[in-house]
């Protein structure tokens, strides 16, 4: 997975800003502050603010281009503290969300194909994504990296579920692994607290 490219498409965001709120809705995201994150069908448009941090190492202005490029958003404009804010109606949002949801179902449709993951044999979801139940040959799972192409699908969910309104301590991706020999679960990843898991390592 390119996560550059999810990056110049908009998709990878930590926080997600309203603008234009009335003053009970100020008072309704203020109750929010502890997630940074918020959808608010009301509002004309919906403004989504990328850290700078999610930048490092990275041509800001090259990004930008290509996002102005793909002509999916309203205005895309860089900040003085180098985040990124993206403003785009509720229509761009609705079609960005349906692109999302099929280029997700894609990707596990690849991997379900793909000759070069031989042990995932059959993957299934959740409408919002946030549970998966991959079935593999263990065996061969286990001796193999066939396990990266499961983390994708954590991570693009994840991502999914912030454009989707999910607060940000909610967010919660569970991926079960499934022996498809007997049915039985025998291993489960957690998203994002997998993520944190390998930080520590490192």
Known sequence: ??????????????????????????????QQDKSDVAVNRDLMNIEIKVPASFYEGEDIDAIIADAKEKNKYIK?????????????????????????????????????????IPSVLKISYNSNFSEYIVT????????????????????ASMFYQVFDGTAEEDLKVTVKMKDAKNGKIFNET????????IGEEN
């Open 190 to 197: 957690i998203y994002p607290d997998a993520l944190d898991d």
């Open 136 to 155: 593999v040959d263990k065996k061969e799972f286990e001796n193999s990296f066939d396990g990266f192409a499961v983390f994708s699908l954590g991570i």
């Open 1 to 30: 997975m390119d996560f550059k490219v999810l990056l110049a498409g908009g998709i990878i965001a930590s926080t997600l800003v309203i603008s234009g709120c009335s003053s009970g809705e100020i008072a309704e995201n203020k």
């Open 76 to 116: 895309v404009e860089k900040n003085g503290d180098g985040s990124v804010t993206y403003i785009m109606s509720h229509e761009q949002h609705d079609t960005l969300m349906k692109e999302m949801k099929e280029n997700t179902a894609s990707n596990v449709k690849e991997i379900e194909e793909d000759s070069e």
